[in-house]
């Protein structure tokens, strides 16, 4: 089993940063990619960032040049920086492996609320 814990989420004003932080632990498959899911209120869970398999990055358009993920291997831990917050930014985050091992199979965190006001 893989857990993942998430921490760095709160309440911030529109324009403001916030950094979130998401370690895992457990046992992780060693070829693995993290990254970054959120989800609104009566929407769909949606990818925010996530590396890939080679190592390069995806980013949702509506966050490109305002968040960046970032990665220490060694601790097992993905990063979100987020600046520029709009309101709209508002959800759950939440934190997500995608393990290759004998199969392929997700884990997700519990989520941190990252709620901006106008």
């Known amino acids: 089993q893989v857990q993942l814990v998430e921490s760095g989420g709160g309440l911030v004003q529109a324009g403001g940063s916030l950094r979130l932080s998401c370690a895992a632990s457990?046992?992780?498959?060693?070829?693995?990619?993290m990254g970054w899911y959120r989800q609104a209120p009566g929407k769909q869970r949606d990818l925010v960032a996530a590396?890939?398999?080679?190592?390069?990055?995806n980013y949702a358009d509506s966050v490109k040049g305002r968040f960046t993920i970032s990665r220490d291997n060694p601790k097992n831990t993905v990063y979100l920086q987020m600046n520029s917050l709009k309101p709209e930014d508002s959800a759950v985050y939440y934190c997500?492996?995608?393990?290759?091992?004998?199969?392929?199979?997700?884990?997700w965190g519990q989520g941190t609320q990252v709620t901006v006001s106008s």
């Open positions: 997500n492996l995608r393990s290759y091992g004998s199969y392929v199979r997700d884990y």
């Open positions: 590396f890939t398999i080679g190592g390069s990055t």
């Open positions: 457990g046992s992780i498959a060693s070829i693995n990619v």
